[in-house]
Nanobody
Framework: QLQASGGGLVQPGGSLRLSCAAS????????IGWFRRAPGKEREGVSC????????YYTDSVKGRFAISRDNAKNTVYLQMNSLKSEDTAVYYC???????????????????????WGQGTQVTVSS
């Protein structure tokens, strides 16, 4: 099972680091994605990291502001979020996948159906 943590209330321009910890299985065998769901909106893929951490992917709206990383020795994946905006307000979730894949479109996107073992989310609220 995955558990996301580290959310909270932060002012615009602030930073948060989310953690995704695994229990009962070895995270190192999987690529891991971060998704978010804002009120009234569909679930949106934010970022993905390969199993060995060598490849990372981001949706356009967070490029240059968010950074995904992992520490397989700690069985944990992180999402460092900087320069936060009000539109980043959402519940953030992590999930496993065999391999990160972004689909092309008007914006590049991740497909939730490609992911499994969804953990409980953590609320991020960006507000002054």
């Amino acid at each position: 099972q995955l558990q996301a943590s580290g959310g909270g209330l932060v002012q615009p321009g602030g930073s948060l680091r989310l953690s995704c910890a695994a229990s009962g299985f070895t995270l190192a065998y999987y690529a891991i994605g971060w998704f978010r769901r804002a009120p009234g909106k569909e679930r949106e893929g934010v970022s993905c990291i390969s199993s060995n951490g060598g490849s990372t992917y981001y949706t356009d709206s967070v490029k240059g502001r968010f950074a995904i990383s992992r520490d397989n020795a700690k069985n944990t994946v992180y999402l460092q979020m900087n320069s936060l905006k009000s539109e980043d307000t959402a519940v953030y979730y992590c999930a496993t996948t065999r391999r990160c894949h972004m689909y092309s479109g008007s914006v590049n996107w991740f497909r939730p159906a490609d992911f499994n073992s969804w953990g409980q989310g953590t609320q991020v609220t960006v507000s002054s």
